[in-house]
């Protein structure tokens, strides 16, 4: 009984710590670096569960407990995936909102020919995989998979943040040629203005 039942959590924790990873990562991407408290709920139900287990001599009794724990964890996990997902994308649009269209088709082109459609792309599957390893038996292979997709997610991150400085910069440029303009256009009004003004006052003296 008790050599089982350790064999049993020994499974059980190889699906926490794919839960783990993806809680962490989540944070990880969220601007305001919050706990998550659906994640948290059932990963904590889950090690209720785990001590239940502990206390039960029936092995089949024992059994259904610790599924009900691997049921929580698999929730957990399935919270975690759901805000991670959003957290990418959230993370990719709003790095990006301070620049401009012109600012990003001259500096950064790749996004609207590549990386843009790869961020629908990645989007949609990675929704169809999470529906489809709610109700999966082998959760630690649907994670593999979600986490390969995942993977390409955090690369287009980190090839925007390479391009931030350059946007940037570009950004700088533009707004200070801008302002230049709107003084150059400014001066020559008042400039015109003010010999309108003196021609007006020579005509009455003359």
Known sequence: MKERFYEKLSDLSLVYDNVKCAVLLAESFDSKQEMYV?????????????????KVEDETACD????GARAHMVRAGNDA???????????????LIPYNTET?????????????PKISELQQRLAEIRMKGKNAEDYSAFFHTYFGKIDEFVQINESI??????????????????????????????????????????????
């Open 64 to 67: 259904e407990i610790l599924k």
């Open 161 to 206: 943040d390479r391009m931030l400085p350059s946007l940037q910069e570009f950004s700088d440029k533009r707004s200070k040629e801008e302002r230049k303009k709107y003084y150059i256009g400014l001066i020559g009004i008042v400039s015109g203005a003010l010999v309108t003004w003196l021609l007006t006052k020579l005509a009455i003296f003359c």
């Open 38 to 54: 659906g994640p948290m709920n059932e990963l904590r139900n889950a090690l209720d569960h785990i001590f239940r287990a502990i």
């Open 104 to 116: 990003l088709t001259a500096v950064f082109p790749d996004y609207y020919t590549s990386i843009r």
């Open 81 to 95: 995936l759901e805000l991670l997902y959003g957290n990418l994308g959230a993370s990719a649009r709003n790095k």
